[in-house]
C-alpha cells in the first residue's frame, strides 16, 4: 500500500492505520475465515458420509449419492490444504 493509499484511506475511514497494521489484520481475518472454512467442511465432509453410507434410500438419495461421494473427496483435499495455508501465516 503506498503512503498516498494509506492517507486516502485514513481520510475516507477517520481511522489512521499503518500499513503495517493493515498487514496484521488482513493475515488474522484471513487465518479466522480459514479456521471457519476448516470447520465447515469437516462438518460438510460428517454429514455427507452419513447419507452415502445409509442402508435405506429414497429415489433422490440414490441420484444424489455420486455428487455427496464427490463432495466429500473434495472438501477432504481441501481439508489437506488449508491448514497447511493457516501456517504459512
Do not use: C
Amino acid at each position: 500500500m503506498s503512503n498516498r493509499e494509506a492517507e486516502k484511506l485514513a481520510v475516507e475511514s477517520e481511522w489512521v492505520f499503518s500499513p503495517k497494521s493493515l498487514s496484521e489484520q488482513y493475515a488474522e481475518a484471513l487465518e479466522r475465515a480459514l479456521s471457519m472454512a476448516i470447520r465447515k467442511l469437516k462438518e460438510r465432509v460428517v454429514l455427507h458420509k452419513e447419507l452415502v453410507e445409509r442402508r435405506k434410500r429414497n429415489k433422490r438419495e440414490d441420484e444424489l449419492k455420486k455428487r455427496l461421494e464427490e463432495s466429500v473427496a473434495t472438501a477432504g483435499n481441501d481439508l489437506k490444504l488449508l491448514p497447511e495455508i493457516l501456517k504459512r501465516i
